[in-house]
Nanobody, 122 residues
């Protein structure tokens, strides 16, 4: 089970940190991803962190967002800086049990959180 929180309303240029708490599995062996979905759009990849700590970002957020994890707390984070209005979306965390390779496609993930709204005003 995944629970995402930390969303909210922020002005352009501001920052937010999203958190996603996991339960029910061996968190340290999961690859964790963040996705986002704007109204009327598909669910897009944002960032991923593997069980070994490898990270990968969508080009649109590279240099502004940072994904990290705390295995002791079973939590993954998404630090979002220099936010833009186009970052407005519902943000979802997801878990992938594949330990061989990570994926940036939503269908590759096995478990999903409920989503948290991020709204960036101009």
């Amino acid at each position: 089970q995944l629970q995402a929180y930390g969303g909210g309303l922020v002005q352009a240029g501001g920052s937010l940190r999203l958190s996603c708490a996991a339960s029910g599995r061996t968190f340290s062996r999961l690859t964790m991803g963040w996705f986002r979905q704007a109204p009327g759009a598909e669910r897009d990849f944002v960032a991923v962190i593997t069980w070994s700590g490898t990270t990968y970002y969508a080009d649109s957020v590279k240099g502004r967002f940072t994904i990290s994890r705390d295995n002791a707390k079973n939590t993954v984070y998404l630090q979002m800086n220099s936010l833009k209005p186009e970052d407005t979306a519902v943000y979802y965390c997801a878990a992938d049990t594949d330990i061989i390779a990570f994926t940036t496609t939503a269908r590759g993930y096995d478990y999903w959180g409920q989503g948290t709204q991020v709204t960036v005003s101009s």
